[in-house]
């Protein structure tokens, strides 16, 4: 093995090329793709009653199991079996009802090539994303889809990378093709992404948020919104009349320029409905939490608390922009 050698400038420009020919690799499947072959493929995954079994070895099972997640995470339940484990057992996680996605280059795995007959004899019909569309894999598929690559970027051309981005950007393609038909929506993928930021901008409500509200009263005295806005620290209070229907809100901002305009002798005697906005703007608790934090932000003066007023006009909360942004929303 020859030394390492540190990197010269002329690395920049070898990455650029490499990059190029796995895009260009990618551009001449598309454009071999075979109109019959992706819609039976498609229609196999959407009319499959069971499992979608992804299947590989090597950087062709990592794929899989890639294509795999991505296929479960959009609504199509799918796992990956590696074949040699299918052999030796995992076979029996396999029936009838099931789909098996079989990847692979060359088309000649052994391991793969050893378990189409037990899939055959349990009537699994199998899509075939092979490199080599004369290979024993391909022949025995119902459905093949050519992943072929003229070279891999590999500079010995060797490693597989140029037909291992073909590989996934085809599992890729079928899986948004099945998503798309399966009318996917955005609170669809949410569900199966509870935890990550699109999850959360799609399920949780200003309700999962909100504080219950610092309510007082129009004649409140200064002392006693400050008292209040104390005791609750949000930020804001809110004012609502006999029941309990919102009238304005008093800021942290309100109180302070309530002193600055008044006569230090006359702040005593300030109440709550000299010192409030009016009809400020509200949420719903339904709302989403990710639309509130936009009524927020997308404005010429930004506000970091709203009232939360439910359909009857009454004021059941505040909500404040650092419970949205801690929550990772």
Not at 154 to 178: F, I, K, Q, R, Y
Not at 196 to 215: E, Q, S
Not at 268 to 273: P, R, T, V
Request: net charge negative; charged share 20%; aromatic share 2%.
């Amino acid at each position: 093995m020859k030394m390492q050698s540190a990197p010269t400038s002329s690395v920049y420009q070898q990455v650029v090329e490499l990059l190029r020919i796995e895009s260009e690799a990618i551009e001449r499947a598309a454009a071999r793709l075979e109109r019959e072959a992706v819609e039976k493929a498609v229609a196999l995954i959407l009319e499959c009653p069971g499992k979608v079994i992804l299947t590989g070895v090597g950087k062709s099972g990592v794929i899989a199991q890639k294509i795999a997640q991505t296929l479960t995470s959009t609504g199509t339940v799918s796992i990956f079996i590696h074949p040699s484990d299918a052999i030796h057992g995992s076979l029996g996680l396999v029936n009838a009802e099931d789909l098996v996605i079989a990847v692979s280059n060359s088309g000649e795995t052994d391991e793969i090539i050893g378990i189409i007959p037990s899939l055959r004899h349990r009537g699994v019909q199998i899509i075939a994303i092979v490199g080599k569309l004369d290979s024993s894999m391909a022949k025995a598929a119902d459905v093949v889809i050519d992943a072929a690559v003229d070279k891999e970027a590999c500079p010995l051309n060797l490693a597989p990378t140029a037909s291992t981005t073909v590989a996934l950007a085809l599992g890729d393609a079928l899986a948004m093709s099945v998503m798309e038909c399966r009318g996917v929506t955005p609170e669809d993928f949410a569900a199966n992404h509870p935890a990550g930021r699109l999850g959360k901008r799609l399920t949780i409500r200003v309700a999962d948020l909100m504080h219950p509200g610092p309510n007082i009263r129009r004649d409140s005295k200064w002392i006693e919104v400050v008292s209040a806005a104390s005791k609750f620290a949000l930020g804001a209070v809110t004012v609502v009349d006999d029941n309990g229907n919102l009238l304005g809100l008093v800021t942290d901002g309100d109180l302070r320029r309530a002193m600055e305009h008044s006569d230090p002798v006359n702040v005593a005697g300030l109440n709550a409905a000299e010192m409030m906005t009016a009809d400020p703007i509200t949420v719903a608790p339904e709302m989403l939490a990710f639309e509130a934090l936009r009524l927020m932000e997308e404005r010429p003066s930004q506000i970091s608390v709203l009232p939360v007023v439910d359909t009857a006009g009454a004021c059941v909360g505040l909500l404040r922009i650092h419970d949205i942004v801690r929550i990772g929303i």
